[in-house]
């Protein structure tokens, strides 16, 4: 993977990167941008998704972020971790809100298009952006779930009428050693109860990204940015 240029941002509630997409130029004060925000994983930081980017469209603006719970030198989580699997319901709920306010932020801050406006998630960061779009679905166009899962224990109080239609792509291993493939399937089951608008994938892979499962992201992209 190439060192793709970012720059680092202290001036928002959430430290982050940004990668600006192509032709873009900070003078035009009128252009706004398809976005994408990245959330990682459990224990990860904000350098683990962001060069996803020179594999998916080039007109994207993306800004990840880095989780407010430190776990280890350099590593991170959007929420304390108290049980595997089971976010305890008020924490879970702060980080959304957290989350929440951030978006208000970027969007005031940076040329983004809000109509265009996607979370990717990688494993907890995943679970994350499927709790938001759940429970805030007006607030995104859709997300991109990758090895993760819906914590239906952990009281999410679904917007029902809001999520009909929202659009999500999800990208699952079947040899997912890390987060269990039956807990994407319940997720799957769960999301289709909704009625989201679901695409559901499964790829020979553990707990990862590979070109293949990029692939199609891009191709759920290609569909949402005409």
């Known amino acids: 993977m190439n060192q793709i240029p ?18 873009y130029n900070p003078a035009d004060k009128e252009t706004r941008y398809p976005a994408i925000f990245t959330l990682h994983g459990h224990g990860s930081n904000e350098r683990d998704l962001i060069g996803l980017s020179e594999y998916l ?6 800004v990840s972020g880095r989780g407010p719970v430190d776990f280890a030198p350099g590593a991170y989580d959007w929420y304390p971790v108290t049980e595997f699997g089971k976010p305890d319901p008020a924490l879970l709920a702060a980080s959304l809100e957290r989350i929440d306010n951030f978006i208000s932020e970027l969007l005031a801050t940076y040329p983004i298009d809000p109509q265009k406006f996607f979370l990717m998630g990688f494993s907890q ?8 779009l759940l429970t805030r679905p007006q607030r995104i166009a859709g997300i991109i779930a990758q090895s993760g899962y819906i914590p239906l224990q952990s009281g999410l109080v679904v917007d029902e009428a809001g999520v009909k239609g929202k659009p ?19 997720s799957r089951d769960f999301l289709l109860t909704q009625g989201v608008d679901l ?3 499964n790829f020979h892979m553990d707990h990862t990204i590979t070109e293949e499962s990029l692939g199609a992201i891009r191709g759920w ?6």
Do not use: C
Not at 125 to 132: E, H, N
């Open 221 to 226: 992209l290609d569909k949402r940015l005409k």
């Open 168 to 186: 999500i792509i999800m990208t699952h291993g079947f040899e997912d050693s890390s987060m269990p493939l039956e807990w994407s399937h319940q």
């Open 6 to 23: 970012v720059e680092e941002r202290t001036n928002l509630s959430i430290y982050h990167l940004t990668h600006f997409p192509a032709g």
């Open 125 to 132: 960061g995943s679970m994350i952006s499927m709790s938001f």
């Open 199 to 201: 695409e559901y994938h």
């Open 57 to 62: 469209q080039e007109n994207l603006l993306w």
